[in-house]
């Protein structure tokens, strides 16, 4: 096989991955099938990849370019070791050259060689602390991983964990941000229920969100539930919404 070289667009698609995915798992999936896109066309054969993601203790399957590699990966995590989960926990890249003949996980290899599974290929993505990945890269000719087939993998590694650690990154802070941005729509909505109420009972704040708060009690729902009801049917019926308990 000819030297391979990374073309410089996988960098940029990475990185526009990022951007355009709505959360971890869907860049994760796009990832996937960008990787084996990528390998396949280097290698000149077609392969299957999948990710191993290691969170909070737990290891998952977290995406996969076809149904297949996900299987191809779930094989491993039944049986408890493999290539994949040895990169991952070491941070060294592992080659099974023949699955058929390779002797470190023989039960492992028996199983994968079964699905047609010849050559497999574990490479380390490098997160922050408390997680870890895998990129599984899976072939049906066997010894098809050369030097150069291995480097390939361990640079287009090296661009996806960086836009992966930043996706991880964005994903933590999104679930706060969103929190925020519902708990302040929340008070909105109890503010100018408040306001209301204060107008038709020609009371203060206190006594409006006292007033609102024993309906909430009363009604057993959520204080915010209440006031967006009672904002909605404001709207809708103007001042003849009359609301005092």
């Known amino acids: 096989m000819n030297e391979i070289t990374l073309d410089a667009s996988v960098a940029a698609q990475l990185q526009d991955l ?3 995915s709505n959360d971890v798992n869907s860049f994760l999936a796009e990832l996937c099938e960008l990787s084996a ?4 066309d280097a290698l000149g054969h077609e392969v299957s990849c999948a990710v191993t993601l290691s969170r909070h203790h737990r290891t998952t399957t977290a995406a996969w370019s076809n149904p ?3 299987l191809f990966d779930e094989i491993q995590h039944s049986f408890g ?10 941070g060294t890249t ?38 870890a990945a895998a990129l599984n890269v899976f072939a049906p000719i066997p010894d098809v991983f ?3 087939a291995i480097q390939k993998a361990e640079l287009f590694a090296c661009h996806a964990e960086k836009a992966l650690r930043l996706a991880v990154r964005i994903g933590v802070r999104q679930q ?5 941005r519902s708990a302040m729509e929340s008070r909105t909505a109890i503010d100018l229920a408040a306001g209301i109420i204060m107008g038709q009972n020609r009371c203060s704040q206190a006594e409006g969100m006292a007033i609102l708060t024993k309906a909430s009690s009363g009604r057993n729902q959520k204080l915010r539930d209440v006031a967006e009801k009672l904002v ?14």
Do not use: K, N
């Not at 070791?81 to 070491?90: N, R």
């Not at 909605?232 to 308990?245: I, L, M, N």
């Open 232 to 245: 909605a049917s404001f709207a809708a019926a103007g001042s003849a919404t009359h609301f005092d308990d």
């Open 94 to 131: 592992v080659l099974i050259r023949d699955t058929r003949t390779d002797t470190r996980w023989p039960e492992y290899g028996l199983a994968i060689a079964t699905q047609g599974q010849l050559s497999v290929l574990g490479v380390p993505l490098t997160l922050d602390a408390g997680a």
């Open 18 to 20: 990022v951007i355009s």
């Open 81 to 90: 070791e493999g290539p994949c989960l040895h990169a991952m926990t070491t």
């Open 68 to 70: 297949q590699a996900r």
């Open 176 to 180: 706060p941000a969103e929190d925020l």
């Open 146 to 148: 050369d030097a150069a």
């Open 37 to 40: 896109v990528s390998l396949s």
